[in-house]
């Protein structure tokens, strides 16, 4: 199954100029949803984890169902004042300011393996931010594993982890 046929391009969202990739389409087919699952399955399973580790928001959609079909555990990473408790930090940089992704502070425990898992990888900005946070805590990230990567944009070569995806575009 050709997973693209069931992702829809919705032109100039959010802004003018940016073909946003909507995976709603894909999630709502359930023939569609489950080859992306299985397939994402196979990617992640070669990795051993403990926990996969959802990006806010639309990587919680596809983490915490992937981890259920693993039998690993889950966890959030979401932006600032999102989680409750004590929660830790990183910072990171963003074309124009900074943006900070959390962790709670009891999620990870050291030397737990964590894949990272998000709906897309543009820049790969948040999700190298994320594998950084995870460190900072004490997992070990073997990999990072999205639905789409926007290769154009070059996101992986700021990732310092094996990185699969399971669709790819060129534009």
Excluded at 10 to 22: A, S, T
Aim: net charge neutral; hydrophobic share 45%; with cysteine.
């Amino acid at each position: 199954m050709n997973l693209k046929d069931h992702i829809r391009g919705i032109p100039d969202f959010p802004k003018p100029g940016i073909l946003f990739y909507d995976i709603s389409t894909l999630i709502r087919h359930a023939d569609a949803w489950q080859v992306a699952m299985g397939r994402l399955a196979k990617v992640v399973r070669a990795h051993h984890p403990d926990l996969l580790a959802g990006v806010e928001s639309r990587g919680f959609i596809l983490a915490a169902p992937l981890a259920l079909k693993l039998g690993c555990g889950f966890i959030m990473l979401r932006k600032r004042g999102k989680l409750p408790g004590a929660t830790v930090g990183y910072d990171y940089d963003l074309e124009y300011g900074q943006d900070r992704i959390e962790i709670q502070a009891d999620a990870v425990q050291p030397g737990q393996r964590v894949v990272v898992v998000d709906d897309l990888l543009a820049t790969g900005g948040t999700m190298a931010a994320g594998i950084k946070l995870l460190r900072k805590v004490g997992a070990e990230v073997p990999a990072a594993a999205a639905l789409i990567e926007l290769a154009f944009l070059k996101g992986r070569d700021r990732l310092d982890v094996p990185f699969e995806a399971l669709v790819s575009y060129d534009q």
